[in-house]
C-alpha cells in the first residue's frame, strides 16, 4: 500500500472519488428553514422516515407557529416515524421558539450574509443543532465552506486511515476540513461522494471491498488482506 500522509491521502481519494462519481453541482433540496427542522428530524432515522415525519408534521399543524403552538405530545405523534420524536419534538419547537422571537418570523435566510464562524456559532446554539445539522445546511443552502460529517463519511475515511480510530464524528469535522481546500464546491463533492461510498461500497457491515476504486490506499482493507 501507499505510503502518504493525511492530507496527501485526503486529496487523493478525494480526486479518486471525483472521478469514480462525477463532480456535482451544489444543490439544496429545501429552502433552509425545511432544511434545519428536517436535518433535526433525521438524526438516527432513514430518509424515508424523515420525509414521512415532516410531512405528517406540516400536514397537522400547516404552519411554523402552530406547530411552535402544539400540544408536544401531538407533536411527538407527528412526527413518530421519526426515531426519538419525545427528544425532538421539544427540540423543534425550542429552536422555532428562539427563531421567531428573534427574528420576528420563521425565517434563517439572514444566515447568508454572516461569516461562516458567526453563522456555524449562532446555529450550534439552537437546542439540538450540532455540527452535522449546521454544517449540512450552510453548504447546502447558503454555500459557506464547511465539511458535514454524517455516519458514512465518518465511516470510510476512518477506515482509509485519514482519521484515526477514536475520533468522533464531531471532531472528524475539523479534522478532515483542515486537509481540503476551503472552497464550497470542493467541500460539496467530499460529502457527498463519500455518503455516496458510505452506502454503496464501505457499508457498515459486508463493505464491498472488492469493487471499492480506494482498496489500495486503504487501512481496513490492508489489514483484512493479512487475515
Request: aromatic share 10%; glycine share 4%; with cysteine.
Amino acid at each position: 500500500m501507499t505510503t502518504l500522509d493525511a492530507t496527501q491521502k485526503t486529496v487523493l481519494v478525494h480526486e479518486i472519488l471525483n472521478q469514480h462519481y462525477g463532480i456535482q453541482e451544489i444543490y439544496a433540496r429545501l429552502d433552509p428553514m425545511h432544511e434545519l427542522i428536517a436535518t433535526v428530524l433525521s438524526h438516527r432515522t432513514t430518509h424515508a422516515n424523515e420525509v414521512a415525519a415532516f410531512r405528517r408534521m406540516r400536514e397537522r399543524f400547516g404552519s411554523w407557529e402552530a406547530i411552535r403552538d402544539a400540544p408536544v405530545d401531538e407533536l411527538t405523534d407527528a412526527i413518530q416515524t421519526a426515531n426519538y420524536p419525545e427528544v425532538k419534538a421539544p427540540y423543534i419547537q425550542q429552536i422555532l421558539t428562539r427563531i421567531i422571537a428573534e427574528r420576528g418570523e420563521a425565517n434563517i435566510d439572514f444566515l447568508r450574509d454572516m461569516s461562516t464562524e458567526d453563522a456555524l456559532t449562532w446555529l450550534t446554539a439552537l437546542p439540538g443543532v450540532g455540527p452535522k445539522t449546521s454544517t449540512l445546511l450552510l453548504l447546502f443552502n447558503f454555500r459557506k465552506p464547511v465539511l458535514p460529517v454524517d455516519t458514512h463519511v465518518h465511516r470510510v475515511t476512518q477506515r482509509l486511515g485519514i482519521i484515526g480510530p477514536k475520533v468522533s464524528p464531531e471532531k472528524a469535522h475539523a479534522i478532515l476540513l483542515a486537509y481540503l481546500p476551503q472552497d464550497a464546491l470542493v467541500l460539496y463533492n467530499f460529502h457527498k461522494h463519500f455518503y455516496w461510498h458510505g452506502q454503496r461500497v464501505c457499508t457498515w457491515s459486508y463493505p464491498k471491498c472488492h469493487q471499492c476504486v480506494l482498496r489500495e490506499y486503504c487501512d481496513y482493507y490492508a489489514e483484512r488482506q493479512k487475515r
